[in-house]
């Protein structure tokens, strides 16, 4: 079964800070990595992809590596905002089955 | 509108009641999924289903079923709730495609279900 960790579960920076999220998996055979936000009251919302062939993908302010050999994936948040503050998940799907496995997520909270 | 939604967005019951939640979807996506979180947990899934026709076990199905009525709706169903299954239910939606293939799951807002 996969395992998926999130270090730290909460992290709090003030603003304009540069910030760099991890997320580990013991099952490197995976399909692909999906990093979601979380708001509190609402679902999910995905923010980045990378497929197993893909190092990283950027969206904005954000980038998301893929080390598969290591089994790891960052999301780096680059300059800040109060806005940015939720929880982010990342989900990792396997090369078989059709299953997504969750990390149980890093709470982040940016201070004006 | 919201492409995915859910209803009741919270709900309250008693122990040995059954319960069904509903998901909707207008986003056209053939795939639908539901998954429970819990605190310290992550989100695990429940049952998931790749057409109307096709209907999978997830990791936690024990207690639950579903039914696929059509392929914008997916409901769950708790035939008999116990307190361990209170928690945040989402329901989520992808679609299937071909050669390299991305399937970004869509969340709906969630049902908050306090089982007492």
């Known amino acids: 079964k996969q395992e998926v960790t999130q270090i730290p579960a909460a992290l709090s920076v003030p603003e304009g800070e540069n910030l760099v999220l991890n997320c580990s998996f013991t099952?490197?055979?995976?399909?692909?990595l999906q990093w979601f936000r979380q708001d509190p009251g609402k679902g999910l919302t995905s923010l980045l992809l990378?497929?197993?062939?893909?190092r990283e993908q950027t969206s904005g302010r954000l980038n998301a590596s893929l080390d598969k050999s290591s089994g790891r994936s960052t999301l780096y948040i680059a300059a800040s905002q109060p806005g940015d503050s939720a929880t982010y998940l990342c989900?990792?799907?396997?090369?078989?089955?059709?299953?997504?496995?969750f990390g149980t997520g890093t709470s982040l909270t940016v201070i004006p | 509108d919201a492409d995915v939604t859910q209803t009741p967005r919270n709900r309250i019951t008693k122990t040995g009641k059954r319960i069904m939640l509903e998901c909707s979807q207008t986003?056209?996506?053939?795939?639908m999924y539901w998954y429970r979180q819990d605190p310290g947990l992550g989100l695990r899934l429940i049952y998931y289903?790749?057409?109307?026709?096709?209907?999978n076990k997830g990791e936690i199905s024990d207690g639950y079923s579903v039914s696929r009525q059509a392929q914008a709706k997916f409901s769950l169903s708790l035939e008999s709730a116990i307190p361990n299954q209170t928690a945040l239910y989402f329901c989520?939606?992808?679609?299937?495609?071909?050669?390299?293939?991305?399937?970004?799951?869509?969340f709906g807002p969630g049902t908050r279900l306090l089982v007492l």
């Open positions: 989520a939606t992808s679609k299937s495609g071909g050669t390299g293939f991305q399937e970004t799951q869509y």
């Open positions: 099952d490197s055979a995976i399909y692909n």
């Open positions: 990378i497929q197993s062939s893909q």
């Open positions: 989900a990792v799907r396997l090369n078989t089955g059709n299953q997504f496995y």
């Open positions: 986003k056209g996506h053939d795939r």
């Open positions: 289903s790749f057409d109307v026709k096709d209907i």
